[in-house]
């Protein structure tokens, strides 16, 4: 069961990609803004009650996302 916290937290969006966060370089920020849609999909699934169910897929593409 989930916590009061937890269940705040999974309301709000957890990370939203902004332009303050971008270092001018596109190649660097396209990566950057790929890992906040990874983590947004994540959140997503676990608003929906799929995290668990979803977390191993979204991690295993976070990680072959890092090795490229």
């Known amino acids: 069961k989930l916590s009061r916290s937890s269940l705040h937290l999974l309301k709000e969006r ?3 990609w ?4 971008a270092t001018g370089i596109s190649s660097i920020d396209k990566q950057h803004k790929r890992l906040f ?3 947004e999909e994540l959140h997503a699934a676990m608003k ?3 995290g ?9 593409r976070l990680i072959e996302y890092t090795r490229v």
């Not at 668990?52 to 295993?60: C, G, L, Q, V």
Request: proline share 5%; hydrophobic share 30%; glycine share 4%.
């Open 14 to 16: 957890p990370m939203q």
């Open 37 to 39: 849609e990874l983590i």
């Open 18 to 21: 902004k332009e303050e966060y």
């Open 52 to 60: 668990r169910a979803r977390a191993e897929s979204i991690a295993n």
């Open 48 to 50: 929906k009650g799929e």
